[in-house]
């Protein structure tokens, strides 16, 4: 099974630019999740999404938006970029969604704001 | 505000040396706890995962985690290191109920030498 491929894998903006950012889930996958990494703030959790319903949200202002697609593929969103939104972006998918379940995360995507 | 601290930044160790990496977390309510490690250019993936039951836990390639609910820990441990274990470890925590929503620690680099 193909695993999670996230697309584009590198990505260079300016500030003030927006930027969308694809997912897409083990097949089969329902649950998707969006995290951002930064060297100061590490790991921090964005969205979660099941069956196209966002089910959680990190504590990110309203320019980071996504959207869960009816074949699971999900896609972020950066409005009005800013220097720090400079990351790398993981997804992760799950089978059903269950807290129980595996997480299986894809190479990321990693953006440059200028 | 939950939180999850991982108290060694970098550690180096000799191959066959024994590990322990401390993870200590601020949480409210019933957690869900794991392990995950970023392999050198690999991504992210889960070593073990602890939901309830026997508080040690075993996972893949040798390691194991011990829950202390009274002492708020997660740490991981391996008896005998490979240089092959060179990689970032992250302590992550969800809540119980609230969907897969991790909050990560800020990650231990491990380097072994051979």
């Known amino acids: 099974k193909a695993g999670v491929t996230q697309t584009p894998r590198y990505l260079i903006k300016t500030r003030g630019q927006q930027v969308t950012l694809s997912c897409s889930p083990i097949s089969g996958h329902r649950s998707v999740s969006w995290y951002q990494q930064t060297p100061g703030q590490g790991l921090q959790f964005l969205f979660e999404y099941f069956s196209e319903t966002q089910r959680n949200k990190g504590n990110f202002p309203g320019r980071f938006s996504g959207r869960q697609f009816s074949n699971s593929r999900s896609e972020m969103n950066v409005s009005t970029l800013e220097l720090g939104d400079s990351a790398l972006y993981l997804c992760?998918?799950?089978?059903?969604?269950?807290?129980?379940?595996?997480?299986?995360f894809g190479p990321g995507t990693r953006l440059l704001v200028l | 505000a939950q939180s999850v601290s991982q108290h060694n930044h970098h550690v180096i160790l000799s191959e066959a040396a024994s590990l322990e990496l401390g993870c200590n977390y601020s949480y409210g309510g019933t957690v869900n706890l794991f392990w995950y490690v970023q392999y050198p250019g690999q991504h992210l993936q889960l070593l073990l995962k602890y939901f309830s039951g026997d508080p040690l836990v075993k996972g893949i390639k040798g390691f194991e985690a011990e829950f202390i609910k009274s002492k708020f820990s997660f740490n991981l441990r391996k008896p005998s290191v490979q240089w092959s274990d060179t990689a970032e470890y992250f302590c992550?925590?969800?809540?119980?109920?609230?969907?897969?929503?991790?909050?990560f620690g800020g990650g231990t680099r491990l380097m072994v030498k051979p």
């Open positions: 992760a998918s799950g089978p059903s969604g269950r807290e129980e379940e595996t997480q299986y």
């Open positions: 992550a925590v969800s809540l119980m109920g609230a969907g897969n929503m991790l909050t």
